[in-house]
């Protein structure tokens, strides 16, 4: 899987300092990487929508498929969907499940470049 290594941190403040913008960007990028690990195919497009406009039923939903993705590969991962979906209810809480997400990715990235 081709993932790109991020630090949650900077992304968070890139976020916050273009009011949002790069946050769109991250959580497509994070959507597209989500669904790479996993050898069904959805629509891509509607997890990327739904991620941006509702993070809360988004996110859930990304981080379904990515735990499905990881069951497949047999890469040991815990699906942390309902901790998301309910971080992503209060207000900045869906930057904190993006940075978290990503934390998930790199380290699964890291893992699979041993």
């Known amino acids: 899987m081709n993932t790109k290594k991020r630090n949650p941190i900077k992304a968070i ?4 300092l273009s009011c949002g913008i ?10 597209k990487e989500s669904f790479g690990f996993t050898n069904k195919r959805g629509n891509i497009s509607f997890e ?3 991620s ?14 990515f735990s499905e993705g ?3 590969q ?3 991962h815990t699906d942390r969907a309902v901790a998301y979906l309910i971080l ?6 869906a930057l904190l499940a993006l940075a978290f997400m990503q934390a998930e990715l ?5 893992i699979l470049e041993i």
């Open 13 to 16: 403040l890139f976020s916050l």
């Open 52 to 65: 941006i406009l509702l993070p809360f039923i988004g996110l859930y939903l990304v981080e379904r498929k």
């Open 22 to 31: 790069y946050q769109i960007y991250w959580v497509i990028c994070l959507v």
């Open 88 to 93: 992503s209810i209060i207000p900045f809480g």
């Open 70 to 72: 990881c069951a497949q």
């Open 74 to 76: 047999g890469i040991e």
């Open 48 to 50: 990327i929508i739904t």
């Open 106 to 110: 790199n380290k699964i990235n890291e």
